[in-house]
């Protein structure tokens, strides 16, 4: 089993940034990615990204490509989502998951989650 701890979320500005953290603990080779995606008010779930378990390999999601980018930091059991560049749409809470693959990621059928951490874009 994978536990999974988002930190780093908050309040800023449109055009601020933010960073979060997802630590990751427990069966860390039971899954394909380190997933990221979002959950507005009375929006559906958005899949943001991705990055590899095996090679590091990142995938986005097009509305956030350009803005977003996803790390990782091995040693510390840790991934990252930058945000750059947000917007009162990114407005939202933000979970780290494990996928099982880019199938499911697509399905937004994920395995272990985190609590979430919420993000507000605001001015």
């Known amino acids: 089993q994978v536990h999974l701890v988002e930190s780093g979320g908050g309040s800023v500005q449109p055009g601020g940034s933010l960073r979060l953290s997802c630590l990751v603990s427990g069966s860390t080779s039971d899954y394909y990615a380190i997933g990221w995606f979002r959950q507005a008010p009375r929006k559906q779930r958005e899949g943001v990204g991705l990055?590899?378990?095996?090679?590091?390999?990142?995938y986005l999601t097009d509305s956030v490509k350009g803005r977003f980018t996803i790390s990782r930091d091995s040693a510390k059991n840790t991934v990252y989502l930058q945000m750059n560049s947000l917007k009162p749409e990114d407005t939202a809470v933000y979970y780290c998951?494990?996928?099982?693959?880019?199938?499911?990621?697509?399905?937004?059928?994920?395995?272990?989650w985190g609590q979430g951490t919420r993000v507000t874009v605001s001015s």
């Open positions: 998951v494990t996928v099982a693959s880019l199938v499911a990621f697509d399905r937004a059928d994920f395995g272990s």
């Open positions: 990055i590899s378990r095996s090679d590091g390999a990142t």
